[in-house]
C-alpha cells in the first residue's frame, strides 16, 4: 500500500513514516507539512490514501482535502489529529473523509489504513462515541404550530436574509404596507419585537 504522510510537525512526518514502513506493508511515497503539500503531493503520487493532520497553518487539512477531492472524487482520506473537536468531526464526515482517528491511538493507525485502502471508514474509539449525537437530524421547524402561513414564511426568509420591506414587495409582489402588515403579524405570532429579533429568531430557532 503506497500512501502519504501529512503533518505540520516534521518530526510527527518523519516518525510515522518509519513506525507504518517497519509494518512491512505500507510504503510511504512522500511526506509533506502543509495543505498545499498535501494537494501537490496528491497530484503527483496518487496514493492509496493520504493520512493527513487537520490543523495547519495557512491551510487546514479539511480545505486542503476538499481541493483533493474535487479532483480526484476516489481520493481516500484519513484524518490523524489530536483534536476531537465536534466541527471537525463534522466536517470531515461532509466532505467524504474516511476516516478520522486520534493520535493518540497509534498503534491503530496501520489496520485504519489498511481498512480505508479496503473501502472502510475507520473512527477511532473516541470518535465513534460522539457519532450518533453529532449525526442526530434537528427536527424540522413546525411553522404549523406556530400558525405561520406560506407567505408569512417567505417573507420571514427573506428578512432573515436581509431583505428591506420595499425588496421583498418586489420579490413577492405585493405593496409594502402589505409586507408591514404581514411583518406585524408575525411579529406578534412569535412573541417578539421587531425585524431583529425576527432574524435572529429564524437562525436559532428554525434554521439550527
Known amino acids: 500500500m503506497n500512501i502519504v504522510v501529512i503533518d505540520d510537525d516534521r518530526l510527527v512526518a518523519m516518525s510515522l513514516k518509519t513506525i507504518l514502513e517497519n509494518t ?10 502543509s495543505g498545499a503539500d498535501a494537494i501537490a503531493l496528491y497530484d503527483e503520487h496518487r496514493p492509496d490514501v493520504i493520512l493527513m493532520d487537520i490543523r495547519m497553518e495557512g491551510m ?43 493520535k493518540q491511538d497509534f498503534e491503530g493507525i496501520a489496520p485504519a489504513l489498511t481498512a480505508v485502502m479496503r473501502g472502510q ?5 473516541k470518535i465513534i462515541g460522539k457519532l450518533p449525537e453529532l449525526m442526530k437530524t434537528p427536527e424540522p421547524y413546525d411553522y404549523d404550530a406556530h400558525g405561520i402561513t406560506d407567505k408569512e414564511r417567505e417573507i420571514l426568509e ?13 420579490e413577492l409582489f405585493l405593496s409594502e404596507g402589505t409586507v408591514r402588515n404581514y411583518l406585524s403579524t408575525l411579529l406578534e405570532k412569535l412573541n417578539l419585537r421587531d425585524r431583529t429579533q425576527l432574524a435572529v429568531y429564524y437562525y436559532t430557532e428554525i434554521r439550527r
Open 24 to 33: 512491512g506493508d505500507i510504503l510511504v511515497a512522500a511526506t509533506g507539512h
Open 60 to 102: 487546514t487539512g479539511i480545505e486542503a482535502g476538499r481541493i483533493i477531492l474535487e479532483r480526484h472524487p476516489d481520493a481516500k482520506i484519513l484524518y490523524l489529529t489530536t483534536f476531537s473537536d465536534d466541527e471537525y468531526i463534522i466536517n470531515a464526515l461532509n466532505m467524504g473523509a474516511k476516516g478520522y482517528i486520534l
Open 121 to 125: 471508514t475507520v473512527f477511532g474509539e
Open 158 to 170: 427573506l428578512v432573515a436574509a436581509g431583505r428591506s420591506n420595499r425588496e421583498i414587495a418586489t
